[in-house]
Structures are given as C-alpha cells and as structure tokens.
C-alpha cells in the first residue's frame, strides 16, 4: 500500500531564512508525487508535482522540490521565506483512480 | 472562473441527524472526491466517483453517503451511523485525462455535532 510520511509536524523559521520540509514516501512504481499548500480553514492549493524527467520541480510562489528515487523522499525546499508562507503543507503521492494518499502535513510558522 | 464550491462553509448538527454537504464543480472534470481532515492528520478519503452514476468507498465510507447524479455535482451525506461526524471536509476534482492530473479543492466544509 502507498503511504507518505512528513516527519516535522511543526517547523519554525525567520523571515528570509531557507526552508525545506521533508517528505518520504513509499509506493511501488513510478510515483507521481505532489506538494500542496493550505491555509487556515481553507481548501489545498497545488504547489507543484513531479511525474517523471528533471528530477529537480519548480512550482509556484518560489517553491522547488526535489525527487530522490533513492531516499523515496520528494522534499520541498525555498531560499527565502515570506510572512505570508506560513500555513500547513501537505505532501501526497498519486495512486490508482488519482487516489492520492497525504501526510499528516506540516506546520510551518515565520517569525518576523 | 471554473473551480469547486462547497456548501454550507459551517453547519452544525444534533446527534441523530442526517446532513448533506454539497459540491458543485464547473471545470469539466469527470472524477471527483471526498475527504475528510482532522487536526493534525492528512485527509483521508471517504469515497470517489470516476464517472457518473458510479462510485466507490474510500478508506473510511462507514457512516457516509453519496450520489452521483449530475457530472458537476457530488453531494456527501454524513449519517447518524457516523460515530465521530465533527470534521472539516473537503471535496476534490480531478481530470481524468491527464495522468499525472492533481486534484482541485474546494474550500471545505466545517461540521461540529453538538
């Protein structure tokens, strides 16, 4: 059965510092693996996927994420952080029927 | 603009009760979702539906219902078979003609049981 695991539940970090959230997951074939973000009771919004190629994905607001057959881990980096970043991002691999299975997510804070 | 609405934002419900939520989407999309969210989880999924007048149990159907009548419409019925119904529920879209195709959210849907 696909999982995935976000191991930092909550992350804390300065305006303008790098960021990078961590996901791992498992899954027996290729995966098409997604990063979606989330605001306070609000609905998830696409960050940026990967399915296949440059193993390297740009998505919006600045954000990249790197898919490392490997590590079975897909982790999603940005250089400077924003105040407006902060929120709960989520992690997901596509399954079977587009089926996606998420992590718990990740809460990530910006201090000023 | 096409994308996916939800109603009501915020309900609340005795014990006992039946209630639906609603999703409409207008993006042309064939398959559609239910989650569901708790604090500190990812979504899990409650059921699915590929096309119209069929769909599928999720991870966690017991105590829910759907219909699948209409292509843009895929209204979830929270039972009172449900044993923990307070959560915030999302609804999903998906194009089923593009493999690698994300899913589409709505903007959720906040039951309490009082």
């Known amino acids: 059965a696909q999982s995935v695991t976000q191991p930092d539940i909550h992350i804390t970090v300065s305006e303008g510092a790098s960021l990078e959230l961590r996901c791992n997951y498992s899954y027996g074939a290729t995966p098409y693996l997604f990063w979606y973000v989330q605001s306070p009771g609000q609905g998830l919004q696409l960050l940026l996927k990967y399915f296949s190629g440059d193993t390297l994905v740009q998505g919006i607001k600045g954000f990249e994420a790197e898919f490392k057959r490997s590590q079975s881990s897909f982790n999603l980096r940005k250089p400077s952080v924003h105040w407006s970043d902060a929120a709960e991002y989520f992690c997901a691999v596509g399954g079977n029927a587009g089926k996606s299975t998420f992590g718990d997510g990740t809460t990530l804070t910006v201090k000023p | 603009d096409g994308g996916i609405t939800q109603s009501p934002k915020y309900l609340f419900r005795k014990e006992g009760q039946n209630v639906t939520l609603s999703c409409e989407q207008n993006?042309?999309?064939?398959?559609m979702y239910w989650y569901r969210q708790d604090p500190g989880q990812g979504l899990r999924l409650i059921y699915y539906s590929q096309i119209v007048n069929d769909f599928q149990k999720g991870d966690i159907a017991e105590g829910y219902s759907v219909s699948r009548e209409k292509k843009e419409s895929f209204p979830l019925t929270v039972t009172s078979a449900q044993k923990n119904p307070t959560a915030f529920y999302l609804c999903?879209?998906?194009?089923?003609?593009?493999?690698?195709?994300?899913?589409?959210f709505g903007e959720g849907s906040r039951l309490t049981v009082l």
């Open positions: 999903a879209s998906r194009d089923r003609g593009v493999n690698t195709g994300e899913l589409f």
């Open positions: 993006l042309n999309h064939d398959a």
